[in-house]
């Protein structure tokens, strides 16, 4: 299940330095930016994921429970962290918007999910 996280920020008169270090919680193998991104939906069978806004702001809803989750992302210091069994949707994307997703795997094509999140309500 996705949760935000806050990242640790320094500040002084020289500016801000955020710190992600010591705060994923999975060794990062891939690091990519998207720029301008339209609406898309996304998820991997294996691969954990870390999403940060570094410039505008988008919506990201999470489809991996009865309920979606809805996270804004529209600060550098915030991190959407996501499970391989989340899959999301990004949308109400400024269009001078930068994300950056630190990822668990390397890129596999075969891995990107194309249906749908299925998941089964428990009645009990």
């Not at 020289?14 to 930016?33: A, D, H, M, N, Q």
């Not at 989750?69 to 918007?97: K, M, S, W």
């Amino acid at each position: 299940m996705a949760r935000l996280i806050n990242l640790k920020t320094f500040t002084d008169t020289r500016g801000s330095l955020t710190v992600i270090e010591r705060v994923i919680p999975f060794e990062i193998k891939r690091i990519f930016y998207v720029n301008d991104p339209d609406q898309f939906k996304n998820g991997r069978k294996r691969m954990k994921q870390a999403v940060i806004c570094l410039k505008g702001s988008c919506l990201i809803v999470n489809h991996a429970g009865a309920e979606p989750q809805h996270f804004v992302l529209n600060t550098a210091d915030q991190c959407l962290l996501l499970a391989p069994e989340d899959r999301y949707e990004l949308l109400e994307i400024t269009h001078d918007a930068i994300l950056m997703v630190l990822a668990s795997e390397l890129f596999e094509l075969e891995e990107r999910v194309h249906e749908p999140y299925q998941y089964e309500l428990s009645l009990s």
